[in-house]
């Protein structure tokens, strides 16, 4: 069974500082993978999709990018983080084909911007 | 533009009383429907899709497409069903996965 790890789990950055957050994929090869933001008042909104290694697709105009180095790894980056940045951040990876199938989220990463 | 509403934020009830979280989207054929529920603590994770007809935890959700409507109904709540719900759905008709959900909603039960 897939199993997603995301790190770091919780994270305090002043404004303007920089922001990494790493997303492994365990269990399967040729994932799909999605970055989502969880905002208070505002559901799970879709950042990010990436069908392969290289591939990412921006959902949102937004201050973060993201980028995948590897078929598991995919990672939330953002050279200069601002205030509404902050929220809580999930990873996720699709398992089985078309649209039926189901997202398993990583555990999270909560970011605040101070 | 798609789009899943949840129009509840909160639903409080008490233990063994029915419950139904609300969901609606907006037209497209004939949708794929899902709910995730995250509970304390846990990840967010996958509790019914309207393909597969389950029941699971003793919740049921029926697509309604004259209302355009999914909701998620249990006829007696458990304490241990407190926590967040959303509905959700595929985000266009591409095979990349991807689903749009809805605000989510908090459901609370109480003793």
């Known amino acids: 069974s897939q199993t997603i790890h995301q790190w770091p789990a919780t994270l305090v950055q002043p404004v303007g500082s920089p922001l990494s957050l790493e997303c492994t994929v365990e269990?399967?090869?040729?994932?799909?993978l999605y970055w989502y933001r969880q905002a208070a008042g505002r559901g799970l909104q879709l950042l990010f999709y990436?069908?392969?290694?290289?591939?990412i697709s921006s959902e949102v105009p937004q201050n973060l990018s993201a980028s995948r180095p590897q078929d598991r790894q995919f990672i939330l980056s953002s050279k200069k983080l601002l205030l509404s940045d902050s929220g809580f951040y999930l990873c996720?990876?699709?398992f089985g084909t078309g649209n039926t199938g189901e997202l398993f989220f990583g555990e999270g990463s909560r970011l605040t911007v101070l | 533009a798609q789009r899943v509403t949840q129009p509840e934020k909160l639903l409080s009830v008490f233990k063994g009383a029915p419950v139904e979280l609300k969901c609606n989207y907006s037209?497209?054929?004939?949708?794929?429907l899902f709910w995730y529920v995250q509970y304390s603590r846990q990840r967010l994770q996958l509790l019914l899709r309207h393909i597969s007809r389950e029941s699971i935890k003793g919740f049921t959700a029926d697509l309604n497409k004259g209302e355009t409507s999914f909701h998620l109904k249990k006829p007696f709540a458990q304490e241990e069903d407190s926590a967040m719900y959303y509905c959700?759905?595929?985000?266009?008709?591409?095979?990349?996965?991807?689903?749009?959900f809805g605000q989510g909603t908090t459901l609370q039960v109480k003793p």
């Open positions: 959700a759905r595929p985000h266009g008709s591409s095979n990349t996965g991807k689903l749009i």
């Open positions: 037209y497209s054929g004939s949708p794929e």
């Open positions: 269990g399967t090869s040729n994932p799909n």
């Open positions: 996720a990876s699709r």
């Open positions: 990436s069908v392969g290694i290289g591939q």
